[in-house]
């Protein structure tokens, strides 16, 4: 499998450079849902029609990685899933829908994956974990009022992308999250559990509550474990024993 991407997802993914020869993985792209430039955007829309291009002239599946946070299926009602129109919330989540259909309307054999908020070793500092570990450990945690996310480990990404291309999925974009959104809160309490601290919290008003559906998942991938509802924990348990080992 060819990766395309050096970034933290990249090297996840690579683990599967000996399989699925005739795949290409696109791992690469903006990663910052606040602070994207119009020229990064443009510079990332113009290597996913680049990478699509060649993948279609040379008979290759291209594997797209989307977003399943909550800039794609944030609005108010959205029962997250990938069948149904979504409202993004933000230039970030426009962005990643834009390329979605960039990748569809190229011609080339697709598998679009929607991901949660990944976690794992070396992700970049302005990501979530990273960013609420540090500020934890500072002392204080800006935390947006009813703010959820879905994280989902990087180790479970890779197993459920092999298993899709086992199973010859194409043409479907395909959520690949926990299927469980849980609040902020209760991830700033795990870490400090963990870590030993507690930090003064400020609360900001302005974002809700979402979902994202793993129906879809499911049946294409039967035996796939279920994500309990302290899944979230062993993530950020895995994520903190790596940045100790580091």
Do not use: W
């Not at 998942?217 to 993530?235: I, K, S």
């Amino acid at each position: 499998m060819e990766v395309v991407g050096r970034g933290f997802l990249g090297r996840g993914l690579a683990r599967l450079a000996d399989a699925h020869p005739d795949v290409t993985v696109l791992a690469a792209g903006v990663s910052s849902t606040r602070t994207a430039t119009a020229e990064e955007y443009h510079r990332d829309r113009c290597r996913v029609a680049e990478v699509a291009a060649r993948c279609r002239r040379d008979g290759r599946l291209l594997v797209y990685l989307s977003s399943a946070a909550a800039d794609v299926y944030g609005a108010p009602g959205c029962p997250g899933r990938e069948d149904e129109p979504v409202t993004p919330r933000s230039p970030y989540g426009r962005h990643k829908l834009g390329l979605e259909l960039l990748v569809r309307d190229s011609g080339v054999r697709h598998l679009t994956l929607r991901l949660g908020y990944v976690v794992g070793p070396d992700q970049p500092d302005h990501q979530l974990l990273p960013f609420l570990t540090r500020a934890v450990l500072a002392g204080q945690v800006d935390v947006f009022r009813g703010a959820h996310r879905d994280l989902i480990a990087l180790d479970d990404v890779v197993h459920i992308l092999d298993g899709l291309l086992v199973a010859g999925v194409a043409g479907q974009v395909v959520n690949v999250a926990s299927g469980r959104a849980v609040p902020v809160e209760d991830i700033v309490d795990h870490l400090e559990r963990r870590l030993g601290v507690h930090a003064r919290r400020r609360f900001v008003d302005g974002h809700q509550r979402y979902r994202v559906s793993l129906a879809k998942l499911r049946r294409l991938l039967p035996d796939l474990p279920e994500f309990g509802p302290l899944y979230y924990r062993d993530v950020i348990d895995r994520h903190l024993a790596l940045s100790r080992s580091a």
